[in-house]
């Protein structure tokens, strides 16, 4: 949507709050005006519901989320953003289905809830359900089944349209199934005729990558303690030993001990209280925002968390020379503060009770509680990996942290001496309970579990063990089994086991054990392969001396619960899902242009910005959890940088088949966002604090939060662009809008681009120009380098071209050329006649960054 049609829909006023009687009706009205625009039927908006709505303090006007219904079916991501001030529609971005009666396939489901249930499960390959009953319901067509056997949580399931490819709305229901092993949280539509799945969506945002490693960093070294004190006298004494903000990583600076974090406002009562009375009513980390715990076994349930007393004190050793399984009480408390402080920040932007966020008790009473993080803590379900999974408001979110690969293979864990037909070293895989192997071996004897059933198998002590005296300070081999692993390694310990053997009963890797109530575990425990692990029973059965030992000599996994970048991208999965389309919806952003990963990359960024840093110097995404120096990329094609030479990022790289979706195009808008803040710093100052500064970092925290809010279900670049502008309008009286325009166009994001389908990732057309003067006259912004006043020509350019800006002399200028790939091509003065020389070059496209003074400008060239 161009600027003009932004602007026309303004009418600066006071503020006047909707009543809850009349903002549909004011919603409706506004419709009816524009309906001859967008084709839209009377009817086709008669029955829309309010499907969330909070007050934003920050543009000073109401949000309304409006669902379009048919006969009370919500027609599935069909919901419009309304931003109401005074009661008048400020700015409205929706995309209603037209004609919505004639395209209605059928009323009437011929399935029930619990047959969609049943049949959505088998076709997701999860299992057939048990024991399915109905917990909880708002209507005959919204209820909540019970787990049934194929869901960590219970499974809301509602009646909805949903829109085919060939444009009918079929009848479906609608159902979210939290997958046991926590690999997927299928949001699924079923027809309701015929049990097709027609549609799904895995609410878990997964940011796995490949990478490489660098070995022989430096870490800052943790006894190098700083201490900093908070302000909540509620919570007086809370102490916790971290890498405080804006630290990113062990690597990026100091570990502090941090006294009374906690935000007085958006914590009053401190980060480990749930039911909003003066004292804390957890010890560990646990409190209305978070519950940190590690799940090593990837039970995806609470595993252990650390206490830190009656005195509320988390400051624990923490030693990198050793396995990340032995620093567990830091690396959770790490990640339960910068859990709480994401919450905190940023609810002072927007993303509050109201809107969304996530908290246990909504201290407020607005919207909705009893969505507090799930945050785990080197997770065993993965590796080189982190995600969040958002459900709507009112429902649990889940973090998963994971450990990523050291620099190097990691030594055998285990040797075996004798007898010298079995001696060597043998690959296996750690237990996700208990504890870890160390540096120091375990060396001892080996001897064969046996219980007192031989059928099916005597080794695998699923019955009480027969051999007792024999395990004793013995290393125990332990078959697997039908029983669990816990039980195993129980049994084994209560008969004096100094550590234990799991052999893989099935052919193929050994994997990682895991269970529940695992914390009566003392005892080390390793899983080898079905082949090694076979030939040591048989040497045993033969009563063959077998002795050995058990080890962890490094080199380590790095635990990403350090790598506070990731953290804090994790997080913001979850910001820019409730905040898109409203916190009721959390199937917006899975468009093909979608900028989910954009979004996460920026508010790590945002929260991890320091005074020392520079516009045009690059930074990483994730460098310490991949094991690479602060100057390195990490996850990202290049660094974030203003630089073109270090970031040539434009619109168009979403368009190669080179840049991954969705990392790589939300790579694109986290440049741009980058970027944006930058120039926002260049006008108004950086400002340390980031909860109430007044810098240009903090009006671009709080443009991005607002554009999120405002830009409609399934966005693309210009969708977001057009909100941030729009924000800048309501917040601002519109003052940046100038430096906004000129910063999204130098990434090719100008007025003349065009997103197209913001469904498809290569349809996107990109441009470099700023609106016409009779839309905006920028060309007195404080820049003063507006596109409608400077070219390139000839363009194309065969032997040169020639530089020209109006009423400006630009010889002598610092004239760069790149080429798409950001290498630096070509580096020259232009001379008198402001003419460079290009005859060197090859055929192709490049990017002409011109500097003139304090005057920066960007523009594609085309050599033929």
Not at 186 to 204: E, P, Q, T, Y
Not at 638 to 646: A, D, I, L, Q
């Amino acid at each position: 949507m161009k600027l003009k049609l932004l602007l026309f829909l303004l009418i600066f006023s006071s503020v006047s709050l909707v009543s809850a009687q009349t903002e549909i009706d004011i919603v409706k009205n506004y419709l009816e005006q524009k309906k001859s625009e967008n084709l839209l039927l009377t009817d086709d908006f008669s029955d829309l519901i309010l499907a969330s709505q909070h007050f934003s303090k920050s543009t000073n006007a109401d949000i309304i989320y409006a669902q379009q219904t048919y006969s009370g079916i919500p027609v599935h991501n069909a919901i419009g953003n309304f931003v109401i001030r005074n009661s008048s529609v400020k700015y409205a971005k929706y995309d209603y289905e037209v004609d919505l009666a004639s395209r209605i396939s059928t009323q009437s489901p011929a399935l029930t809830p619990e047959q969609a249930l049943n049949t959505a499960s088998t076709q997701l390959g999860i299992g057939n359900p048990t024991n399915i009953s109905i917990v909880g319901s708002k209507s005959s067509n919204n209820l909540i089944l019970s787990k049934s056997g194929v869901s960590i949580d219970d499974i809301p399931v509602q009646l909805v349209y949903y829109k085919s490819e060939s444009g009918v709305l079929n009848l479906a229901w609608d159902l979210s199934i939290h997958m046991i092993d926590g690999s997927h949280w299928w949001s699924v539509r079923v027809d309701a005729s015929n049990g097709r799945i027609l549609d799904k969506m895995d609410w878990i945002v997964n940011c796995n990558f490949d990478h490489s490693t660098i070995v022989g960093r430096t870490f800052r070294t943790p006894s190098q303690i700083q201490e900093t004190t908070g302000a909540n006298l509620l919570q007086e004494g809370a102490l916790y030993n971290v890498y405080p903000y804006p630290v990113e990583s062990p690597i990026h600076g100091d570990r502090a001990i941090v006294r009374n974090p906690s935000d007085n406002e958006f914590s009053p009562f401190g980060w480990h209280d749930t039911n909003g009375e003066v004292g804390p009513d957890h010890t560990i980390t646990r409190g209305n925002n978070v519950y940190a715990y590690e799940d090593r076994g990837a039970a995806d349930v609470a595993g252990y968390s650390p206490d830190g007393g009656d005195d509320l004190n988390f400051d624990f050793p923490l030693d990198f020379n050793q396995p990340p399984q032995l620093n567990e009480d830091a690396a959770i408390t790490n990640l339960f503060y910068w859990n709480n402080i994401i919450h905190d920040m940023w609810s002072y932007y927007g993303f509050d009770e109201a809107s969304g966020n996530f908290q246990q008790t909504n201290y407020t009473s607005e919207a909705f509680g009893n969505d507090y993080v799930r945050a785990e803590a080197q997770d065993g379900g993965g590796l080189n990996n982190a995600n969040f999974g958002t459900p709507p408001d009112g429902a649990r979110p889940r973090m998963q942290m994971f450990l990523w690969s050291s620099s190097g293979s990691p030594e055998a864990p285990l040797t075996v001496e004798t007898p010298e037909s079995l001696a060597g070293e043998y690959d296996a895989v750690p237990a996700g309970f208990g504890p870890a192997l160390t540096s120091e071996a375990i060396t001892a004897n080996f001897a064969l579990a046996k219980d007192e059933e031989v059928d099916p198998d005597e080794n695998d002590i699923c019955q009480p063990v027969s051999n007792p005296d024999e395990l004793d300070e013995k290393i125990v081999i332990i078959r697997r089994g039908d029983c669990t692993f816990v039980s195993k390694i129980l049994k084994a310990q209560e008969a004096g086991a100094l550590a234990v053997i799991m052999v893989n009963n099935v052919p193929g890797a050994p994997i990682t054990m895991g269970g529940d109530d695992a914390g009566g575990i003392v005892i080390p425990s390793i899983m080898v392969s079905q082949t090694d692990g076979e030939a040591i029973i048989d040497a045993l059965i033969a009563e063959e001396n077998v002795s050995g030992f058990l080890v962890n000599s490094g080199p380590y996994q790095i635990d990403g619960d350090f790598d506070n970048g990731i953290i804090a991208h994790e997080y913001g999965h979850g910001v820019s899902n409730r905040l898109t389309a409203g916190a009721q919806n959390a199937d917006c952003l899975r468009n093909d242009e979608q900028m989910g990963e954009g979004w996460s990359d920026w508010l790590g960024l945002m929260m991890t910005i320091s005074a020392d840093d520079i516009a045009t110097e690059g930074r990483g995404i994730g460098t310490y959890a991949i094991n690479q120096e602060i100057t390195g990329p990490g996850i990202r094609p290049f660094r974030y940088s203003t630089n073109f030479s270090v970031n040539p990022a434009t619109y168009d790289y979403t368009n190669r088949s080179s840049i991954s979706r969705p990392h790589g195009i939300g790579f694109v808008w986290a440049s741009m966002l980058w970027d944006l803040n930058w120039s926002l710093i260049d006008q108004y100052g950086f400002d340390s604090d980031l909860y109430n500064g007044t810098g240009g970092n903090n009006i671009n925290m709080q443009l991005v939060i607002d554009g999120m809010k405002f830009q409609g279900c399934s966005p693309g670049f210009i969708d977001g662009r057009d909100a941030i502008l729009q924000a800048d309008i309501l917040a601002n009286d519109g003052v940046n809008q100038c430096l906004i325009w000129e910063v999204f166009a130098k990434r090719g994001l100008g007025w003349s681009a065009e997103q197209g389908s913001s469904g498809s990732r290569s349809d996107q057309v990109e441009a470099f120009d700023l609106p016409p003067n009779e839309e905006l006259n920028c060309a007195l912004s404080s820049d003063g380098f507006g596109a409608e006043t400077f070219g390139i020509y000839p363009n194309p350019a065969k032997d040169y071209f020639n530089l020209s800006l109006t009423n400006t002399d630009l010889s002598n200028s610092k004239v760069d050329v790149y080429d798409l790939n950001g290498k630096l091509i070509l580096s020259k003065m232009s001379d008198s006649n402001q003419r460079v020389d290009v005859q060197q070059l090859n055929s192709g496209m490049y990017i002409v960054l011109v500097e003139s003074g304090s005057k920066t400008f960007t523009q594609k060239l085309l050599v033929q």
